[in-house]
């Protein structure tokens, strides 16, 4: 009898979290770049909010699912959200080039919010729980995003990343390199990073993301007070003391370029 019980609570352990990471083929659209769209749903699905968890250079969606300081996984078994993880055809995400940095553009960015609409449409997401987070170039693409498509995201927050528009490349290369950014010596006024935001999409007049963000020892920490200075111009925020319910930054000292998911604190600013 203790035996027979045994072995059945050990089928029970084995199969409660049989949940994969799986690819999803038929997302794209017509956008030209075609990085890979992988999802993870839950054994049980107890929210309709969705989680994009975007990898950072050198990655891709498998190993930063894997990753033991990338926390989603463990908060979409707790909470019972769906998340989705895209995997860049390319070192790191084409923050770079025109077409990443314009609606509707073709390029990698366009691609991430096809994923998006299609995982409202699949998964029946409710369109106002849609959040964003990633690290380092993920953390990039996460800010190109809610500038190139804010009617699609609620949220974002964001690692060690660097103001929308600020990786961009003058010969139009895809995902280029920017030692300028990078090393934290693109410096200007609230008033140009804002109208990089407004130049990427034309017109758009609608509600903005809400934006968390924070940085490390690898991007200067010099692009925290520039990508501040972007979304408080964006949102229309002045006080440098408080930045209101719009935009929330986190200054961390010694923590290093690979900042671990504060997983706790991500999800509250979600409302997950």
Known sequence: MFFRSLVSVLAISATSFAAQLTQVSNYSGSAKAKPGMWTYVPDQVKSDALVVAIHSCQFSAQKYLQNSLILWKKGSDTKGYVTVWPSSTTECWDVSSKSSLSHNGGGDSNVIANMITYAIDKYQIDSKKVFVTGGSSGAMMSNVLIATYPELITAVSLYSGVPAGCFVSSSGASAAWNNTCSGGQSISTAQHWG??????????????????????????????????????????????????????????????????????????????
């Open 195 to 272: 109208d990089a935001v407004r130049e990427i999409y034309p017109g758009y007049n609608g509600t903005r993301p809400r934006m968390h963000g924070s940085v490390d020892s690898t991007l200067s920490p010099k692009n925290y007070d520039e990508t501040l200075k972007q979304w408080t111009n964006v949102f229309g925020n002045y006080r440098t003391d408080d930045f209101g319910p719009n935009v929330q930054g986190i200054w961390a000292h010694g923590v290093g370029h690979s900042v671990p998911s504060q997983l706790t604190v991500s999800q509250a600013w979600f409302g997950l």
